[in-house]
């Protein structure tokens, strides 16, 4: 079964946002990416944020139970930098 252009269009910006975090965990709070932005923990967290709601908003069509583990990492992860 093929995937329609705008499933395939999701998995593009999901896989965007995966690398960006991925890339900005490698490198390094404080460091600067290939485009000379600073690496800051705020950064980090919207990537992380941003990334939770496009797989929430891609896997609706999951069981209740992915959607909940996803939107509770979400709140836990904003919760734990809060201070």
Do not use: C
């Not at 093929?2 to 499933?7: D, G, I, L, M």
């Not at 965990?25 to 709601?53: H, P």
Request: aromatic share 8%; no cysteine; glycine share 2%.
């Amino acid at each position: 079964m093929q995937e329609s252009p705008v499933t395939n269009s999701k998995n593009s910006i999901i896989n965007f946002y995966r690398a960006q975090l991925k890339k900005f965990n490698d490198l390094g709070i404080g460091k600067k990416t290939e485009n000379r932005v600073i690496i800051t923990q705020k950064l980090i967290d919207i990537t992380k944020k941003r990334l939770a709601q496009l797989s929430v908003t891609y896997e609706q069509n999951l069981s209740e139970e992915a959607i909940y583990s996803r939107v509770y990492w979400r709140n836990k992860s904003m919760n734990t930098h809060k201070k």
